[in-house]
């Protein structure tokens, strides 16, 4: 049974992470940490991807298949899983995550932070605006890990993807918030293993070069899954299916899968 910590580099391409991100891939290859490639579902859009990652279904089958669907969750999923046994949770997320696992409506003054461990996200600290800073909300990342030990916790930056959609998935703009979110991988990551946790890095979808995404190209669908804390490193052949996050998650952590989770853990 583990610690889990999840970091969604919201809108990270497989090939931008592979070419920028060099304390990743440098873990990848010394054995530390292994990569998958990972296959977003359908739409590639952020809010049903959410859903896809933390509810182990495609958007077809869990319903949120627009970013416009404004709705709790309906189904089990890793926050409410891990409360519910008892277990705590936390995220330093965009505010959807508190739409879709707290609650609405989302009141961005009184439910930008979150401590109640009736809530599936039991320490949650929660912004609205895209341009928040990477550098800020992996503080608040690092700061609920250390204060709270959780024992899931969701790192949720937006910066890729708000470079990707003001300057496109080709530009040297996009490449850096990339390379940027390495770094402070590279500063975060160790002290997490030394606490014990296992550290997911992936992505809900990619970017395509106009600053879109939505559909089936593969700048758009393939993005990367990271582990920090297996036995094995190096790089996975083959692709997996991004419903395949929520059991292995649950996996990890020792707790039973629902039936309606019908991946395998990708472990
Ligand atoms: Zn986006």
New binding site residues.
């Given amino acids: 049974m583990h610690k889990v910590i999840l970091v969604l580099v ?2 990270l391409r497989l090939d931008t992470a592979i070419a920028e991100m060099g304390f990743l891939e440098g873990a990848v290859r010394s054995g530390k940490a292994r990569r998958w490639t990972m296959r977003a579902e359908l739409p590639s ?2 809010r049903p991807l959410y859903e896809t990652l933390h509810t182990g279904l495609p958007p077809q089958v869990h319903g949120v298949v627009s970013n416009d669907i404004v709705r709790p969750s309906s189904r089990d999923n890793l926050f409410s899983i891990a409360s519910k046994t008892g277990l705590r949770t936390a995220a330093a997320a965009y505010s959807w995550f508190s739409e879709l696992y707290n609650g609405v409506p989302y009141d961005p003054v009184m439910d930008r932070e979150c401590d109640d461990a009736s809530h599936p996200i039991q320490h949650g600290r929660f912004y609205t605006e895209d341009a928040m800073p990477d550098v800020e909300l992996m503080r608040t990342g690092d700061m609920l890990a250390r204060r709270f030990q959780p024992d899931y916790l969701l790192i949720h930056p937006m910066g890729c ?1 708000d470079m ?2 003001r300057f496109g998935g080709a530009s040297a703009a996009y490449r850096r918030a990339a390379a940027e979110m390495d770094n402070l991988l590279s500063l975060a990551i160790p002290g997490w293993r030394d606490a014990g946790y296992q550290v997911l890095v992936t992505s809900d ?1 990619g ?1 395509n070069a106009d600053g879109r ?1 939505g559909g089936a190209t593969d700048d758009c669908t393939l993005v990367p899954f990271y582990r920090f804390g297996g036995e094995v490193g190096g790089v996975a052949d083959g692709e997996v299916s991004q419903t395949a996050v929520a059991p292995t998650v649950l996996s990890l952590m020792g707790l039973p899968i629902p039936e309606a989770m019908t991946s395998s853990p990708i472990l």
């Fill in positions: 919201d809108g859009l952020s993807d990707g959609h979808h970017m995404h």
